[in-house]
Every structure is written in structure tokens, then in C-alpha cells.
């Protein structure tokens, strides 16, 4: 089975549906975020859903009741996991987990933006025990930075590890891979290439290499 | 003009719809969160802001370009202004005030749930002054700790402070302005109310006693 996760951060229903036509044999899963669902609606999850698992990069940050009601939303139109983020609490974390049934909860527990270092990373550590705690399928944790990574996965234990940051913003999924990731989420290197298909099958290789 | 804003925390277009209808005359404006919007599609916010301005509470809590393509998607259905995290950073931050344009951004420091005792409480003051750096219009901060709410008015400034958690979460609309707050924000005590209506005029009319 494929690692590589298309994050498919295009605007529209018709485009989002050709690419993942063009590149779900490739794929583990598509992780789909707010701008999409904002513009063409929750119903882009369910046609996706039929071609390939959907991931709903929701970062949801809210009190339990109202993280409860988008995980439940989310369940409901066919999503396969969320994101949700660890620095609004425990309870938010375990309320998610519990909507979530059969649903894949995954933790934000360190971002690759410059902003990430104000206040989240400081608490990374303590969000991947939070993760652990309340029963998250897995974290995410980027592939920019690779010697963070390999601490995150000695603390992570039984949680899967889905990196971000390949192609585009530098990082390498070999190096994550050997870093201690489970998963490879890739998104313009794919969708914005001029052949979508072909993109995809090569970072699936690259990755299965990196594994074996 | 009314200081109380309605969390309309409904799931469907239809009940949304009516009880906007029956309120509006009443409010400052209306909050809608992601449950409602993914149930009923971004047109919900169009049709509501024909009635009243609309605040969109995503608590968005990414980087800096997804926190764009929200905010510019959200002016591009007509809100009045929306909620993000500071937790984030402070380029997430000016991400969304540089994309809100007249848009109205609000910032989330504090939350009322257990939970944001755990990472979020204790930035809090940073944050306050983070949403005063970035050019933000407001803050939320909770009513049902009026000690809090106080503290924070004096290192707020000039920024507006809407405060959740009046009503069915215990806390007082005449204590939260008294501590400091502009804006009160109610829901369920008002849509689940026998008369939405007449509900919302009583409170509005409790906040204007306890400003003047």
C-alpha cells in the first residue's frame, strides 16, 4: 500500500476530482482542507471518499461540544480522518477521538511556519503524550526539519507519523521517511505539475525505497 | 446599536434562517461556526448577512497562505468579520488581517473550556498583545470569568472584546460589560428559547442597562 498522502489544496470541485482521478492509484489518501470545502461543499468529500480514503485537514480548534459536532459532520459525509490540533486541551482532544468511532484522529503537535515557534513548539512534546493519551491514530509532524522528526518518534511510540513539507517547501521524503515518518504528504509538487500521474508514481517509489 | 451577538449554533439552513429572521433587529450580529457551514454550504452566509452582519467563527489555526485562502474565501461570501487563533504566530496573524482587508478580524486568547487551562491560558497575555501588533479589530475572551476579563481589558487597548459564555454557560452579560467586554455573545439561552425574539430583546436590553 501506498505512503504518500496528496494534500489537494486546489479551489475547485472539477479540478480537485480530475487530479484525484489522475493520481489515486498512487495514494494512500487525499487530505482535503477548509478552502476547498468552502468552495465547492462537504459533498466534495463523498466523491472523493469514492476514489481514494479522505483525510479532513480540519485543524479543528474548539471546545469539546463544537469539536464534537464537526467531527460528527465530517463522519458523516464519508471522511476516513481528521486533523485536529492538541494545544486547545485534552478535553477537546479526547471529545474528537470519541466522535470519531471508526474515524482516524490525527494531532497537530508541531507546524513548519515561522509562527510555530511562538508558542506551539515549546508544548510539542507534551501535545504528542496528549495525542497518545487520548487515543489519536497518529500525529503530524514535518518533514522540513528532520532531527525534530526522529525525536518526535521516540516519544511518538504506536502513533503513525504524517510529515508534511516535501517538494515545494524543501523536504525530502527519504529523509523523513528514515527520520521516523510513516506517511508522505505531498500537495503543489503533484497538482501543480504537468503531469500529475506520473509525479505521484515517482514519490511513491522514492518512497517505497526509502522504506525497504 | 445593539451590543449582542448571536452564536447561531444551529445545523440547518432552515432553522438558521428563521431564527435570524426573528432576531435580527435585535443583534449587533450574528456568529456562525463550521458545523452550520457544513451542513448548508458558505451560501448560508450570504443569506444571513442580508439580515445582519455576519461573524464567521472559524477559529482558523494554520499557516499563514491556508489562513489567506480562508479569509479571502469567507469576504468572498459577504462576512463582516471573522475569528481566528493566535496560537499559531504572529505571521498567521497578520496573514489574516492583511487578507481581511474591511473585514473585521477577532482574536481568540482565552477560551472557557477546561482544556485551555492546559497550553492556551497561559499565553494569553502575549496573545492580547500579539492581536494588538497584527492590526486586529477584536479580541474573545470568556464572560464566565469576569477577573480575567478585567485584566485583560486594561492590555487591550483599543481593540474591541466580545465576550462568549453568557447564559446557558453561567456567565453574566451585566458582570462582562462592567469588567470590560463591548460585545456579549449568546446563543442557546436564545435559539433554544420558546421566543427567540422576545429572548434577544431581553438581553440586548439587560446590555444597554448595564452600559449606561
Same mark, same amino acid.
Request: proline share 4%; charged share 25%; hydrophobic share 45%.
Given at each position: 500500500m +501506498?505512503?504518500?498522502?496528496?494534500?489537494?489544496? $486546489?479551489?475547485?470541485?472539477?479540478?480537485?476530482?480530475?487530479?484525484?482521478?489522475?493520481?489515486s492509484?498512487?495514494?494512500?489518501?487525499?487530505?482535503?482542507?477548509?478552502?476547498?470545502?468552502?468552495? +465547492?461543499g462537504?459533498?466534495?468529500v463523498?466523491?472523493? +471518499?469514492?476514489l481514494?480514503?479522505?483525510i479532513?485537514?480540519?485543524? $479543528? #480548534?474548539d471546545?469539546?461540544n463544537?469539536t464534537?459536532?464537526?467531527?460528527?459532520?465530517?463522519?458523516k459525509?464519508g471522511?476516513?480522518?481528521?486533523?485536529?490540533h492538541a494545544?486547545?486541551?485534552?478535553?477537546? !482532544?479526547?471529545? #474528537?477521538?470519541?466522535?470519531?468511532?471508526?474515524?482516524?484522529?490525527y $494531532?497537530?503537535?508541531?507546524? +513548519?511556519?515561522?509562527?510555530?515557534?511562538?508558542? !506551539?513548539q515549546?508544548?510539542?512534546?507534551?501535545? $504528542?503524550?496528549?495525542?497518545?493519551?487520548a487515543?489519536?491514530?497518529?500525529i503530524?509532524?514535518?518533514?522540513?526539519?528532520?532531527?525534530?522528526?526522529?525525536?518526535i518518534?521516540?516519544? #511518538?511510540?504506536?502513533?503513525?507519523?504524517?510529515?508534511?513539507?516535501?517538494?515545494?517547501q524543501?523536504?525530502?521524503?527519504?529523509?523523513?521517511i528514515?527520520?521516523? #515518518?510513516?506517511?508522505?504528504i505531498?500537495?503543489?509538487?503533484?497538482?501543480?505539475?504537468d503531469?500529475?500521474?506520473?509525479?505521484?508514481k515517482?514519490?511513491m517509489?522514492?518512497i517505497?525505497e526509502a522504506?525497504f
Open positions: +501506498s505512503r504518500l498522502i496528496l494534500a489537494l489544496d $486546489v479551489m475547485d470541485r472539477e479540478t480537485a476530482l480530475d487530479i484525484a482521478e489522475k493520481t492509484k498512487y495514494l494512500h489518501s487525499i487530505k482535503v482542507g477548509w478552502p476547498l470545502i468552502m468552495n +465547492s462537504m459533498e466534495i463523498k466523491e472523493l +471518499s469514492s481514494v480514503p479522505v479532513c485537514d480540519f485543524k $479543528v #480548534a471546545i469539546p463544537t464534537k459536532l464537526i467531527v460528527k459532520t465530517a463522519r459525509f471522511a476516513r480522518g481528521i486533523i485536529v494545544f486547545v486541551g485534552s478535553d477537546s !482532544l479526547k471529545a #474528537a477521538v470519541e466522535e470519531a468511532k471508526d474515524m482516524d484522529v $494531532v497537530v503537535t508541531e507546524m +513548519s511556519h515561522p509562527g510555530a515557534l511562538e508558542f !506551539l515549546a508544548h510539542t512534546d507534551q501535545m $504528542v503524550k496528549l495525542a497518545k493519551e487515543g489519536a491514530h497518529g503530524i509532524a514535518p518533514a522540513t526539519r528532520p532531527e525534530r522528526l526522529k525525536k518518534r521516540k516519544i #511518538a511510540g504506536n502513533l503513525l507519523i504524517l510529515s508534511p513539507g516535501v517538494g515545494a524543501g523536504g525530502s521524503a527519504k529523509k523523513a528514515e527520520a521516523g #515518518a510513516d506517511y508522505i505531498v500537495g503543489r509538487t503533484i497538482y501543480n505539475s503531469n500529475p500521474e506520473k509525479k505521484a515517482e514519490i517509489n522514492e517505497e522504506v
